[in-house]
Nanobody
């Protein structure tokens, strides 16, 4: 399985940005994918997760109502739509993949087996 994240950039506070994560390999039937982020000097933190089939999602409280995780099956691609961006959203964003959902959503980085390379999001005030 390979994951390729893209879509990061430099934006002003209040702007929107959409991240993409192209998936190659693996099966989709029990796939779960997530987004994490890591700011300089900080630990990697959970942002959002979704079942590939079924529509179940989970969000960190810090992004709930502003970010939306989705996927496009035909393109085998995961998305993260980020609205009303804040300077504190500045981080490298990573997509990740695992098999199987857990109650409340898999929110620990150790629960994911595959990782993309990260794409940098910088939000200026």
């Amino acid at each position: 399985v390979q994951l390729q994240a893209s879509g990061g950039g430099l934006v002003q506070a209040g702007s929107s940005l959409r991240l993409s994560c192209a998936v190659s390999g693996g099966t989709r039937s029990n796939r779960v994918m997530g987004w994490f982020r890591q700011a300089p000097g900080k630990e990697r933190e959970f942002v959002a997760a979704t079942r590939w089939y079924g529509g179940t999602t989970a969000y960190a409280d810090s992004v709930k109502g502003r970010f939306t995780i989705s996927r496009e099956d035909a393109k085998n691609t995961l998305y993260l739509q980020m609205n009303t961006l804040r300077p504190e959203d500045t981080a490298a964003y990573f997509c990740s993949l695992r098999e199987g959902w857990v109650a409340g959503g898999p929110r620990r980085s150790s629960e994911y087996r595959y990782w993309g390379q990260g794409t940098l999001v910088t939000v200026s005030s």
